[in-house]
């Protein structure tokens, strides 16, 4: 086979067309990378965070000194609830009544008027709240002739025949020696002069007595903080030992 022949030239023409074919590939998967490199990066879309399923509306704590009740609401500390504007005051209370369902505690129903039962006219000699009844009397019967006549006396009636009996007041129940030592301080903190705390004496059966000093608990009289509270409480004892001797 010579160079001449159809055969080689036909050979030649087939490699050329193939180096060619190579050749503009490669020029096209150059230009589609330039072109993939230029083009400017799609920005990526900002993840959405998650929407929380609860979330804080109030914090509730307890001053250490005065034993109140302090309320974080809004990014405030409120000690008074008069600084409470009247919107604020109405989502409050609507939040401790959503707080009392949680808890289980019955809302406050308001009393039910009792339909009044129409008096009944009294009759002469019955008081008002008793009914009249009819006089219940023998039969008339015609005697014989000659025979004796025999009168029965009238049947009075139920209400006049049977007294009502009011039931025995129930005997009340004494107090126990803490429950009388804290009447007698109440006394003496309505007619102190100055303004003092509200102070409570409570028998507990584990604790003994316990002092509630406004909001704070103290078991027994010495581990009340306040000097002043306890001259209180003291002499709210001394008055019972008082009492008692006479």
Do not use: C
């Given at each position: 086979?010579?160079?001449?022949?159809?055969?080689?030239?036909?050979?030649?023409?087939?490699?050329?067309?193939?180096?060619?074919?190579?050749?503009?590939?490669?020029?096209?998967?150059?230009?589609?990378?330039?072109?993939?490199?230029?083009?400017?990066?799609?920005?990526?879309?900002?993840?959405?965070?998650?929407?929380?399923?609860?979330?804080?509306?109030?914090?509730?704590?307890?001053?250490?000194?005065?034993?109140?009740?302090?309320?974080?609401?809004?990014?405030?500390?409120?000690?008074?609830?008069?600084?409470?504007?009247?919107?604020?005051?109405?989502?409050?209370?609507?939040?401790?009544?959503?707080?009392?369902?949680?808890?289980?505690?019955?809302?406050?129903?308001?009393?039910?008027?009792?339909?009044?039962?129409?008096?009944?006219?009294?009759?002469?000699?019955?008081?008002?709240?008793?009914?009249?009844?009819?006089?219940?009397?023998?039969?008339?019967?015609?005697?014989?002739?000659?025979?004796?006549?025999?009168?029965?006396?009238?049947?009075?009636?139920?209400?006049q025949a049977i007294p009502v009996v009011a039931p025995l007041p129930a005997a009340p129940t004494p107090l126990s020696i803490v429950q009388q030592v804290d009447e007698i301080l109440q006394?003496?903190?309505?007619?102190?002069?100055?303004?003092?705390?509200?102070?409570?004496?409570?028998?507990?059966?584990?604790?003994g007595v316990v002092v509630w000093v406004n909001q704070a608990k103290y078991i027994g009289i010495e581990s009340v903080t306040d000097p002043n509270v306890r001259a209180i409480i003291r002499?709210?004892?001394?008055?019972?030992?008082?009492?008692?001797?006479?």
């Open positions: 086979m010579t160079i001449d022949s159809p055969t080689t030239i036909l050979y030649a023409l087939i490699g050329i067309i193939v180096i060619i074919l190579v050749i503009v590939a490669i020029i096209v998967w150059l230009v589609a990378r330039r072109a993939r490199s230029a083009r400017p990066a799609r920005p990526q879309r900002a993840a959405v965070p998650a929407r929380p399923r609860a979330q804080e509306i109030l914090r509730l704590m307890r001053d250490a000194d005065t034993g109140r009740v302090v309320t974080e609401f809004q990014n405030r500390t409120i000690r008074d609830p008069r600084t409470l504007s009247k919107a604020e005051r109405d989502y409050l209370i609507r939040l401790a009544r959503d707080w009392g369902a949680w808890l289980g505690v019955p809302e406050a129903q308001s009393p039910t008027k009792v339909a009044a039962t129409p008096e009944v006219p009294a009759a002469a000699g019955l008081p008002p709240s008793l009914p009249v009844e009819p006089m219940l009397t023998a039969p008339l019967v015609a005697p014989a002739p000659g025979a004796a006549v025999q009168v029965d006396a009238p049947v009075l009636p139920l209400a006394e003496k903190l309505a007619a102190h002069p100055a303004p003092v705390p509200i102070i409570r004496l409570v028998e507990d059966p584990h604790d002499s709210a004892a001394v008055e019972w030992e008082h009492r008692t001797e006479k």
